[in-house]
């Protein structure tokens, strides 16, 4: 399959590939949970955050992502991640596995706090490049979606709409769905215009989102 047909994002030459392919063969190591925002680490590296409603393959992307199947804790059921998980992708770059939004089996008082600690990382990180915005393929952009992409907008921290699972969809779906996303995303200023769509089960796209997030890492 090439980089084309895998993924709306076409045009990564082989040397962006072999970029994400070296970049992403670096050890990736767990470094920091935070619970509140009190307990964010250092900003030094950059950063890109992985961010979606809850149960929508984040912590399946980060492992696809970095070949580790057990780096980042995946569930069937919602509501896995519960703290902000910092890894750091050989000094280059870090990667921020966040909860998930959209759950409400936690107490009032947890999701608040949450919510609080995902806000300000996200409005306020001098160190973020990046966001990406996961979204089911199945399911496509949701009300809580576009409340985050306008904080996000607000906050002029650049993010890209990721549509997971593609393996679950049909090849005619996944292309409505991306078409609808595109059309949608218009509108939001930090939002870029294309977007990713990727299957951390199949591997679907997992290459060029490498490709592009190598562009992002600390050269030092
Ligand atoms: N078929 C398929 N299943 C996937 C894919 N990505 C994730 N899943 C499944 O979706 C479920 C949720 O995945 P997680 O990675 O834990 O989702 P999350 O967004 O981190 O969830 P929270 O931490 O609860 O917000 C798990 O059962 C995964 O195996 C994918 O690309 N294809
Ligand atoms: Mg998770």
Not at 84 to 91: M, P, R, T, Y
Not at 141 to 159: F, G, R, S
Not at 185 to 197: L, T, V, W
Request: hydrophobic residues 40%; positive net charge.
């Amino acid at each position: 399959m090439t980089s084309s047909s895998s993924s709306p994002i076409s045009g990564f030459d082989e040397e962006a590939l072999e970029a994400g392919r070296l970049l992403f063969a670096k050890e990736c190591d767990f470094i920091w949970g935070a619970q509140t925002a009190e307990q964010l680490p250092e900003a030094d590296l950059p950063e890109v955050a992985f961010a979606g409603r809850s149960n929508v393959g984040k912590s399946s992307l980060v492992n696809a992502l970095t070949g580790r199947k057990t780096l980042a804790r995946t569930s069937n059921t919602p509501g896995r991640t519960q703290q902000l998980n910092f890894f750091n992708l050989g000094n280059r770059l870090k990667l921020v596995d966040m909860p998930g939004y959209g759950y409400a089996k936690e107490s009032k008082e947890k999701i608040e706090i949450w919510n609080d600690m995902v806000r300000r990382f996200l409005r306020g990180r001098v160190t973020l490049r990046r966001a990406l915005v996961l979204v089911d393929s199945r399911h496509g952009l949701k009300p809580n979606d576009e409340e985050i992409m306008t904080m996000l907008d607000q906050a002029a921290v650049p993010y890209v709409v990721v549509l997971t699972k593609s393996d679950k969809v049909r090849s005619q779906e996944l292309a409505e769905v991306s078409k609808r996303t595109v059309a949608a995303i218009k509108k939001h200023p930090a939002a870029f215009p294309e977007i990713h769509a990727t299957s951390a089960e199949k591997g679907q796209g997992i290459a060029e989102l490498r490709a592009s997030l190598a562009q992002l890492a600390s050269l030092g």
